[in-house]
């Protein structure tokens, strides 16, 4: 397909330019706007395939946008948030984004959501548009930016590749499996082994290596969980 259409939506004017020339810059075609309701003009004309959202924006701030357009589109949304409004971006995720980006921010890492959102949409347009040119992959895990590929044997988080041990990836392909659901050290264990746990600490330590890999902060882990006393799990986003 042509180039992705990109909606930059930010009333502060500087950041609304320098997001959109590097968005240029990476290939992309930008549409601006400077509040909510100017956004959702755009969206009547012109094919979007996703938005960066801010929250905080004059005559229609950004949940009110998101939630408007989440009635009609679902192309991904990544909201833009300032550190002091924490409940703002816990909204946004709860009415229909997609992924936030706290202010300021590197546009590397801007441009590593964009990427990661955008191919989850290419995918999805595929599958909804009936192509079959290959079977669908039914072993691709995403649980926000953390993705696992089980055929390809790949991880990566927000678009950035991740290298695993090969027991390492079985024990994250299997918590990824069923985001959510809490696993016993002795279940992991058995899981991956095929035999009765003789002790669990292997399991801490590899849980522990997987974190360093997978998160930005290991002691404040956004995906992999610690359940005190039960398990643990890939929290669900």
Same mark, same amino acid.
């Given at each position: 397909?042509?180039?992705?259409?990109?909606?930059?939506?930010?009333?502060?004017?500087?950041?609304?330019?320098?997001?959109?020339?590097?968005?240029?810059?990476?290939?992309?075609?930008?549409?601006?706007?400077?509040?909510?309701?100017?956004?959702?003009?755009?969206?009547?004309?012109?094919?979007?395939?996703?938005?960066?959202?801010?929250? *905080?924006?004059?005559?229609?701030?950004?949940?009110?946008?998101? *939630?408007?357009?989440?009635?009609?589109?679902?192309?991904?949304?990544?909201?833009?948030?300032?550190?002091?409004?924490?409940?703002?971006?816990?909204?946004?995720?709860?009415?229909?984004a997609d992924d936030y980006v706290t202010k300021p921010f590197a546009p590397m890492e801007l441009m590593a959501r964009v990427n990661s959102q955008l191919r989850r949409y290419s995918r999805y347009l595929k599958l909804a548009a009936g192509s079959r040119t290959e079977e669908p992959k039914e072993h691709f895990y995403a649980v926000g930016g953390l993705e696992?590929?089980?055929?390809?044997?790949?991880?990566?988080?927000?678009?950035?590749?991740?290298?695993?041990?090969?027991?390492?990836?079985?024990?994250?392909?299997?918590?990824?499996?069923?985001?959510?659901?809490?696993?016993?050290?002795?279940?992991?264990?058995?899981?991956?082994?095929?035999?009765?746990?003789?002790?669990?600490?292997?399991?801490?330590?590899?849980?522990?290596?997987?974190?360093?890999?997978?998160?930005?902060?290991?002691?404040?882990?956004?995906?992999?969980?610690?359940?005190?006393?039960?398990?643990?799990?890939?929290?669900?986003?």
């Amino acid at each position: 397909m042509e180039a992705y259409h990109i909606l930059i939506v930010e009333d502060d004017k500087e950041i609304l330019d320098g997001v959109g020339i590097y968005m240029k810059n990476q290939g992309y075609e930008v549409f601006k706007a400077q509040n909510g309701q100017e956004g959702l003009k755009i969206l009547e004309k012109e094919e979007i395939h996703l938005a960066i959202i801010d929250i *905080m924006m004059p005559v229609m701030d950004g949940i009110t946008m998101t *939630m408007k357009l989440r009635e009609h589109y679902d192309f991904p949304v990544i909201m833009l948030s300032a550190k002091s409004e924490e409940i703002d971006k816990v909204t946004g995720l709860n009415i229909g984004a997609d992924d936030y980006v706290t202010k300021p921010f590197a546009p590397m890492e801007l441009m590593a959501r964009v990427n990661s959102q955008l191919r989850r949409y290419s995918r999805y347009l595929k599958l909804a548009a009936g192509s079959r040119t290959e079977e669908p992959k039914e072993h691709f895990y995403a649980v926000g930016g953390l993705e696992l590929n089980e055929d390809t044997v790949e991880v990566s988080v927000d678009g950035n590749p991740v290298t695993l041990t090969p027991l390492e990836f079985k024990i994250l392909a299997l918590l990824m499996r069923n985001p959510g659901r809490v696993f016993s050290p002795e279940e992991i264990y058995e899981r991956i082994w095929n035999e009765k746990p003789i002790g669990t600490e292997t399991i801490m330590v590899h849980i522990r290596n997987i974190r360093t890999k997978i998160e930005v902060n290991p002691k404040n882990p956004k995906y992999l969980k610690v359940v005190w006393g039960v398990g643990y799990k890939i929290e669900k986003q």
